[in-house]
């Protein structure tokens, strides 16, 4: 069977007249997974990411967006408009027995596809879910928080956060969970989840334009597309990792220093910031080959997604649906500094493979393991450096060193609330709502996730709903993008706040605190000559520093984030 991405061309005659149907815009929400600030091209990358550069030419860049710092609490974000501890995914997906950290999507929210939805649109999802444990079928099977249950016509996708690119763990189809190797409905020469992905959001693209009304009304669509790319493991197809072959072999610091000139070039970072500090020094490395490896392959991995967002965009072009569609990329969290498989863990060695023992799977198996004990062929899947990433025998993370660059040039990472874990690119591209003269703007007004709802909700002339099935439904927290299609400021009355892990801040024009841990002290920051966050002012400032903690803790309470599970404070 061809690819979904090839299937478009013959409905292209038959429906290229509804380039003008409707005034309602399609909306496309586009997410990647565990990616930095500088990764992609028009942010100062590298990376070859021509599609989001073109998105980016003829739209608006932010450059002051941001996340929640970790996944499931932005996929909870962005699904509801609301801070996540109001969603119930304070953390991750364990219930910690606290309102705001339930680990699982609450009823007293609603998400984007469900109010959408009730205003008419076709609603459709391909991807990454992660805001219920309800997983199954090696555990409970509970599908009452999966998209299907929560708004969504049509998915294709992982329930779980993570896993094999080649052999993802959960896959699942509406609501019947399915082996890539056994699905009668896609059968690509070679299983790869981006690909699948892509693929199946522009079946959606095509399918929907060939069920148009031959009036013309054409019904609008939301499409949420939730990549894994480039979250761990470092998988990639071959063609893409050689197209990145020795371009990381110098190390972090050539690099870092070519994104930070992009960025000053692209006016996206001030030339007076001080650049964040290299936590590893390239020279201590010991097997640089194997490091440089690891880069190569996100690089490959990010390459690839792009490559998929082009066919839908190419695919909402033929259908003569582009002009009119709504895109926003964004970004779940900073680059990801763990060190998962990259130190000797199961199968570990080469010399511990038993080869009489592998067994290949059989292709209805379903994939039971986050981290496959074996690839799908029976291979042990191996981690350490005895073995190059990039294969479905391995399972690797790019490190800590790699981290620093992709968020250059902020510091720390994933999970923090620093720049580096929180700071992500948003594009919005829709060539009917964006005036020539805007085209390739810059906004540099602070935003956040929870405007994603409001500006969904804003654009479709949708309605929220203060109540569903009986269920009090919690206000949107955020505000409307809308004005920075136009070069206005957004309405926004209220600072945003961030808490994870104990990790917590708030922005509140110029300024941020911000606060290391459950215990530790809070630090400000004047945003507009410092955002690399070097230069501490809480003791310069004591009672600015100290009326933003009290704005903090008030709305700790109020949004959830507290009562925490990290100790008593």
Known sequence: MQRYGTLCVAAVAAIASLAHAGERPNIVVILSDDMGYSDIGCYGGEIETPTLDALAARGVRFSQFYNTGRCCPTRACLLTGLYPHQAGVGFMMGNQNLPGYRGDLQRNCVTIAQVLKSAGYATYMAGKWHVTPHRGPF???????????????????????????????????DNTFISPYADAEYQPPTYYYTDAISDHATRYVCDHAEQAPDEGDQRPFFLYIAYTAAHWPMHALP??????????????????????????SLGLIDQKWRFAPQPIDWKSVKNREWESRCMEVYAAMVDRMDQGIGRLVAALKKTGQFDNTLILYVQDNGGCAETIGRRPGRYSSVKELDVPKIVPMADAALQPDMIPRRARDGRPVLMGDEVMPGGPDTFHAYGEGWANVSNTPFRLYKSWNHEGGVATPLIMSWPRGIAEPRGGAIYRQPAHLI??????????????PAEVGGSGITPMEGVPLSPAL?????????????????????????????????RGPWELYDMEADRAELNDLAKVHLDRAQSLADQWEAWAKRANAKPWPWGKR
């Open 239 to 264: 063609e893409d990792i050689a197209k990145y072959d020795g371009r990381y072999d110098d190390g972090y610091g050539p690099i870092r220093a070519a994104r930070l000139k992009r960025l000053h």
């Open 486 to 518: 136009r070069g206005e400021p957004l309405a926004r009355t209220n600072p945003i706040f961030f808490e994870h892990r104990g990790n917590r801040a708030i922005r509140d024009g110029r300024w941020k605190l911000v606060a290391n841990g459950a």
């Open 451 to 464: 405007d994603i709802m409001a500006t969904c909700v804003d654009i479709a002339g949708a309605e929220y």
């Open 139 to 173: 555990a409970d099977n509970d599908k009452k928080n999966w998209p299907r249950q929560r708004g969504f016509d049509r998915f294709y996708g992982t329930i779980h956060g993570g896993g094999s690119f080649f052999d993802p763990n959960t896959l699942v189809r």
